[in-house]
């Protein structure tokens, strides 16, 4: 079935470290991918997406890169800020699905 | 504003006691969803509607009621809460099914 594997957390970096959270994905189809943030005490957040092989999303220096050959969906971010401590969430959908598919979720803490 | 709101954002209540957690989006989506976050779970979906008077169940609709008389509300019904009801309970809208989701706060509910 279509589903969503990302890295266990929890992650701990330093400020200024470089991140990446591991996701890969199952699907029969063609999915779009997503990431989403959720920062303490509130709902989920997009923070980017891709709808295509090959496309980048991003958005406040966070990256990710559909990668069909891996099915893979990394997300990476150059240097860390402790406001970027949060948890991270995976997910796909399929075109006509009745919903996304969650990874379970990385718990990011940057200390200073 | 474009939001997702829910009420209340906490809530403790002893078993048996039937509650409903209120859910309302202002951006005119077709679909509208419910779920639950669990450590170590991820989110999982409780129920869906694709429109007025159409819902569907999710991966775990034991225990859970829903309706969806008016296109912007969508409540979400514990007829008799248990203990293992216990969670942090999400309710999302989007255009469709398998676009982009837009997320209230959360509402924690503990069940004694």
């Known amino acids: 079935g279509d589903s969503v594997t990302q890295m266990e957390g929890p992650v701990t970096l330093s400020e200024e470290a470089f991140l990446t959270i591991n996701c890969t994905y199952t699907?029969?189809?063609?999915?779009?991918l997503f990431w989403y943030v959720q920062y303490p005490g509130e709902g989920l957040q997009l923070l980017l997406k891709a709808t295509k092989a090959d496309d980048k999303g991003s958005n406040k220096g966070f990256e990710a890169t559909y990668r069909k050959e891996t099915t893979s969906f990394h997300l990476e971010k150059g240097s860390v800020q402790v406001s970027d401590s949060a948890v991270y969430f995976c997910?796909?959908?399929?075109?006509?699905?009745?919903?996304?598919?969650f990874g379970t979720g990385t718990r990011l803490t940057v200390i200073p | 504003e474009a939001q997702v709101t829910q009420n209340p954002r906490y809530l403790i209540t002893v078993t048996g006691k039937k509650l409903t957690v209120t859910c309302s989006q202002n951006m005119n989506h077709e679909y509208m969803s419910w779920y639950r976050q669990d450590p170590g779970l991820g989110l999982r979906q409780i129920y869906y509607s694709m429109n007025v008077e159409v819902t569907d169940k999710g991966d775990v609709p034991e225990g859970y009621k829903v309706s969806r008389k008016e296109k912007r509300n969508f409540p979400l019904i514990l007829e008799s809460p248990s203990p293992n009801q216990t969670s942090l309970y999400f309710c999302a809208s989007s255009y469709y099914g398998g676009h982009e989701q837009y997320f209230g706060p959360g509402t924690r509910l503990t069940v004694t």
């Open positions: 699907a029969t189809g063609y999915p779009s």
């Open positions: 997910a796909l959908s399929l075109t006509g699905a009745n919903n996304l598919f």
